[in-house]
Every structure is written in structure tokens, then in C-alpha cells.
């Protein structure tokens, strides 16, 4: 294709914009103030308008801008080299892809070699195996590796506290197929910080890490150990302190390997990172690449070589997010996730089940996660392109922010004492408490929406079974991170209403007092039935009507409470006499659509639905007041 003469330059540039006149932020900030003013926003009266009125802030304090230009251009290098932002290697996945790691915890032996076949034999190219109490019994893992490969297909472990029978069991499958140490792989997947920051328990990082490292010497491919940030992650901690934390407990862990002997190079290529992907893309990928740098200066200050510093990375879509309501919206969650994991740089990638938060998750759900993997790499092409993120002004100001805030958290850490000492002491639960209390707080007023439970539930959605999953005990340890799902406080008022149509051959129910004709009702009475849904509560809908029409409809539905739903103006002339006449067809609360005012409040009513009110709290009331089961 030829260039027209007038776009080229003697440099071989495209000014592609040559030809449009220039833009000023100035003139952009006028267009958006415009808009913004006619949605009703003060923009003259906010600081720093517009910008001020379209920023979100993370949970790291992070303040997101809305637009980002040259001035936030950072220098992060290229792949392969330090800091390693962009990626370990010179290469990145453009080779040969990430590794598709599969999780498996099936207890019984036999089901899981079934599913472990299968899932080798549909694109899978690693193992990550659950044993112990979380999983399979730890004398039964040869059985359920028998059909693998295992100079072909990897096999990361999580033992938990059995790491030792664990890999004794695992070399056992190896020496069984007269495989030699040198072709031993994958990861014992030692890690007492993990266990430790779960249980609550104090660690034993010495002992755990000089026997891993008593297997090292003959086999030079073998990883030993895990720094895994995801237990800070899934106790609904910020980004920032997963970094902090699993950096820390790479320290931790490369200090033991070398006090048990291996010299400081082969103590960092035996460490694997572990991170959590969530279905926020932006945050998933500036936290890998912050987590690389991060890992890098560690390393460069223990003074190793550059080509000795780079991290490797396993990334596993994260358990918080994950729904037993609608779980079918698993799928995109996990896909944008392994989207994330893939663009930001991922060496392995674990993609949950969509019905991983239900228990074992069944043949289909294994394929459509697989397959999810399969298609990044082999249809969208994700890996083609290294580091495709980099250079946006965006994501590499993300990530410097994100840098920042998790070295402060991981130095933090290390004043503590190191990692081990900040579980112990209950510092770093005390942290990830104050972030989980916060992010409650939004889930709860559905600023954190969740589609399929918060917004947007389907009341009459058949509930999907599967066989309880195994796990470990939970532990009531004030310095324990225990395992929290963002949707868990909505489904159990869920379960309260499938609990009360069994019982009773009904739900809750609100009848909702739609007043004036639906062009003016409507857009308040879908808020208000999309809210109470997300309680398990059945609204049912009045039709056009005035206050005695109102009155009438309510007698006949048989509810308890009605919620008065129509526009400011009418409120203005009919929300007295209505919840007068609800009061009188036999109504115990009348709630009204609409933020509170004073006028409103005088009107009698008991409550008020509006975008950003404490939903949770007003569903839960309102389940308890109508008797929902427990």
C-alpha cells in the first residue's frame, strides 16, 4: 500500500493526525464539563472540575484518572531486561504461549486421574494438584498422575502441611517411570507463609525450606518453593498488598534456601510467585508488571547478576470474585481475568471453574475453563504481542503507582520483622482487615456491583448442585486470613428466600406502587425491583395507578410492605395521600424510590431506595422483619 506524499516525513513517520487541527486538554475538559452539566453534576461548583467528578480511588488510595496523556509517559525498559516490567523474557510468550495450568483436588483417586487425562489430552500443559486435606490423599498421587507424562506435563503441588509425604510421593511417580532427577520438574509447592497467613499458625519457614532444599542438588529443574499472595487477595485485600506480601515472602524464603546451602542464583530460580487475577483488567495487569520490578530490585540489592532477577509468575483467577449465584457469569469474570494474566505478562495461568465456588466443578465446567485458555492463545492471539499493555499512559502510570505502594507495604513487612513475624504479631490480618471492612462497606452499598447477585439477579434462576469440595478447617485465629467471596453476604439472603418458597410455596414479597403512567414510574420501579431481587425478595408490580388504585392493587397482593415508586413531581402531589392509603389497605411499611428529604420523610414513609443506600443492610432488615427463613 502506498503512502500518500502529504502524511510522509523524511524520518519514514506517519503523522496520521497531520491533516486534523490540534486539540487542547482545555478544549477537552470544556466538552466534558458540558455533558457533565447537563446530567445534573455541579461542575461548576466542584474543585477541579471535570476531572474531580470522574476519578475513582483503589483500595491503595490509587486515584484513577479519567484521562491520561504524555505527561504520565514512564520509561519501563523492555522485556527481558531490568526492571523487567514488560515481561522475564526477551521473548515473552510469543513462542510457545503461557503454561496452561490446570487445578485438580478431587478425592477420590480414581475421578481425578480421569479428569487429569482429560484435561492433558484438551490443551492443558501442566498440573496443579490439591493434596491432603484440601484434595487428594497424599498416598494416592501416584495413582492419579499414572497416565501422565510427567517429562511432558509438570506437577505443582499444594500439601499444605503434608509438603513431605507430598513429595516424596511425587519423586516416587517419577523414579516408577526410571525418569532421571534431571528431568524432575514442576514445583513442591513448599510454602509455610501460606499455610501460616491461612490458619493462623505460626511458621516454620527453616525446617520447611532445608528439606525442600535437601532435594534439590541433583534435580536442577525442580522449583521448591511458593510465595503465593493469594490468601491476601482472598481475604479481600488491595493489590497493593498482595505485592507486598508475596515479595516478602520471597525474601523470607530466598534468605532459608541459601542458610540451607544453595548459593543465592539457584536459591531465586527455585521461588514461583503466586497472583491473583481478577476480572478488573487494568489492576490485574499493573500488578504483574509491578510485582516483576519489585522482584527485580529485591534481587539486585542481594546483588544478582541481571539475568538471575527475573520473577516467575503463576497468576490464578481469583476465588473472591467467584459466585454460587448465577455462576454462569463465572465465565467472563475468569475470562477477562485470564485476559488480564496473559496481557500482564503470566509464565502459568490457573483458570478457576465457573462452579468452582459451588464445590468440585464438573467435566464441563473443567473444559469451558481450559478452553477459555485456548482460545486467548489460539483465537485472540493474546500471547502473540509481548507486553501489548506497555506504553500506555494508563497502565504504566498504574503500575508505578502500584510499585510504590506495594514496596511501602513489603518495607513495612520487613520492619515488622520479615513475613513470618507480620502473620504472627497479627499485623498483616489487621491490614487486609481494614481494606476487607471498606470494600464490604461498597459491596454493600453496590458501589462494588456484582452482576447476577447485587445487580441484575434472576429471583427464579434453577440452583446448580455439585459434591461438596474438601478443604481445610477453618481457623478462628485472630491473625488467620480467612477465605471471603465478595457475593457470599447477598447469597445468603438468597438462600433464606429458597429456604421460605419451600416452607411456604411463596417469597418475600413487596408490592410496588407504581403512580402515573408508566413513562414516569418506570424508570424507579426496575431500580427498586432489581434491589429487592438482589435479596431474595419477589417485587410485584402495581400497574398504573393513583393512591386509592394503589391502595386496592396492595390489598389484593398479599404483601406486607409496598415501596412507593414514581417521579419527584408526582411524589410532590400524590406520596402522602398514597402511603395514607397503603397504610390503611393494611401496609406495616411503606418505602418510597427516592433519595430522602425532608418533605418526603414528613410524608410518613419508613425507608427510602436509592442509588448508593446500604442495600445489604436494608434487604437484610427487610428479609427479617418478613420472616425469611434462616
Known amino acids: 500500500m502506498s503512502v500518500p506524499e502529504n502524511t510522509a516525513t523524511t524520518t519514514g513517520a506517519l503523522p496520521l493526525a497531520a491533516e486534523f487541527p490540534s486539540v487542547t486538554k482545555e478544549q477537552w475538559r470544556d466538552l ?66 503461557w503454561d496452561v495450568r490446570q487445578h485438580h483436588a478431587h478425592p477420590d483417586a480414581a475421578a481425578a486421574r480421569r479428569a487429569v487425562l482429560e484435561d492433558l489430552e484438551n490443551g492443558v500443559t501442566s498440573i496443579w494438584l490439591g493434596v491432603g486435606a484440601a484434595g487428594v490423599p497424599v498416598d494416592r498421587i501416584g495413582e492419579v ?38 528431568a524432575v520438574s514442576g514445583n513442591l509447592g513448599v510454602d509455610p507463609l501460606g499455610l501460616a497467613a491461612r490458619t493462623g499458625e505460626r511458621a516454620d519457614v527453616a525446617s520447611a525450606v532445608r528439606f525442600a532444599a535437601g532435594l534439590a542438588a541433583s534435580r536442577p529443574a525442580l522449583r521448591l518453593v511458593v510465595a503465593d499472595g493469594t490468601p491476601v487477595h482472598e481475604a479481600g485485600g488491595s493489590e497493593a498488598q498482595e505485592l507486598g506480601a508475596a515479595v516478602a515472602s520471597g525474601v523470607a524464603y530466598l534468605r532459608a534456601l541459601t542458610e540451607a546451602g544453595l548459593d543465592l542464583a539457584d536459591a531465586a530460580a527455585r521461588v514461583e510467585f503466586r497472583f491473583a487475577a481478577s476480572a478488573d483488567q487494568f489492576l490485574t495487569i499493573a500488578k504483574l508488571r ?3 520490578a519489585m522482584w527485580n530490585r529485591v534481587a539486585e540489592v542481594c ?68 478452553n477459555t485458555q485456548s482460545l486467548l492463545l489460539e483465537e485472540s492471539h493474546v500471547a502473540r504481542v509481548i507486553d501489548p499493555a506497555g506504553g500506555s499512559f494508563y497502565v504504566e502510570r498504574l503500575t508505578a503507582d502500584l510499585y510504590r505502594r506495594g514496596w511501602e507495604f513489603f518495607q513495612e513487612l520487613e520492619a515488622a520483622g520479615g513475613m513470618a513475624e507480620a502473620l504472627a504479631s497479627g ?39 455439585r459434591a461438596p469440595a474438601p478443604a481445610a478447617p477453618a481457623s478462628n485465629a485472630p491473625s488467620a486470613l480467612p477465605a471471603r467471596r465478595y457475593a457470599a453476604e447477598y447469597e445468603e439472603l438468597r438462600d433464606r428466600s429458597d429456604a421460605t418458597l419451600a416452607a411456604t410455596g411463596a417469597r418475600p414479597r413487596v408490592f410496588l406502587a407504581t403512580l402515573g403512567p408508566v413513562a414516569v414510574h418506570t424508570a424507579r420501579a426496575t431500580f427498586a425491583a432489581n434491589l429487592f ?11 398504573e395507578a393513583g393512591p386509592e388504585e394503589a391502595a386496592a392493587a396492595f390489598r389484593d397482593s398479599g404483601a406486607r410492605v409496598a415501596c412507593v415508586c414514581s417521579s419527584d413531581r408526582v411524589y410532590a402531589e400524590q406520596a402522602a395521600a398514597t402511603v395514607a392509603a397503603l397504610r390503611e389497605a393494611g401496609a406495616e411499611r411503606v418505602l418510597l424510590a427516592g433519595r430522602p428529604s425532608d418533605d418526603l420523610s414528613a410524608a410518613g414513609v419508613d425507608g427510602f431506595v436509592f442509588t448508593g443506600c446500604d442495600a445489604l443492610a436494608l434487604l437484610t432488615d427487610l428479609s427479617d422483619f418478613l420472616g425469611a427463613a434462616r
Not at 499414572?146 to 503441588?157: F, M, N
Request: with cysteine; proline share 7%; hydrophobic share 40%.
Open 303 to 370: 546483588g544478582l547478576p541481571e539475568e538471575h532477577r527475573g520473577m516467575r509468575q503463576h497468576v490464578v483467577t481469583s476465588a473472591a470474585m467467584m459466585t454460587r449465584r448465577d455462576p454462569y457469569v463465572n465465565m467472563l469474570r475468569t475470562t477477562l481475568a485470564c485476559f488480564a494474566a496473559g496481557v500482564g505478562g503470566a509464565d502459568a495461568v490457573t483458570v478457576r471453574p465457573f462452579d468452582s465456588a459451588l464445590g468440585l466443578p464438573d467435566a464441563l465446567a473443567r473444559r469451558i475453563a481450559r
Open 533 to 543: 431481587r438482589a435479596g431474595g425478595i419477589e417485587p410485584v408490580s402495581g400497574g
Open 427 to 465: 499485623l498483616v490480618a489487621d491490614r487486609v482487615n481494614a481494606v476487607w471492612e471498606e470494600r464490604r462497606v461498597n459491596l454493600a452499598h453496590r458501589r462494588d456491583p456484582l452482576t447476577g447477585v447485587s445487580e441484575f439477579p434472576h429471583l427464579e434462576e434453577p440452583v446448580l448442585e
Open 32 to 97: 466534558v464539563a458540558g455533558v457533565l452539566r447537563k446530567s445534573g453534576a455541579d461542575v461548576d461548583g466542584a474543585s477541579d472540575a471535570p476531572e474531580s467528578l470522574l476519578t475513582t480511588t483503589t483500595y491503595d488510595g490509587i486515584v484513577i484518572q479519567p484521562l491520561y496523556d504524555s505527561g504520565d509517559d514512564i520509561e519501563s525498559g523492555f522485556p527481558g531486561i531490568a526492571p523487567f516490567t514488560r515481561g522475564a523474557r526477551p521473548q515473552g510468550a510469543v513462542v510457545d504461549g
Open 145 to 182: 498422575l499414572a497416565d501422565v507424562h510427567l517429562d511432558l506435563a509438570p506437577v505443582t503441588l499444594d500439601a499444605g502441611a503434608d509438603y513431605e509425604a507430598a513429595a516424596a510421593a511425587l519423586l516416587s511417580a517419577y523414579a516408577d517411570r526410571d525418569l532421571p532427577d534431571s
Open 290 to 292: 509491578a510485582a516483576r
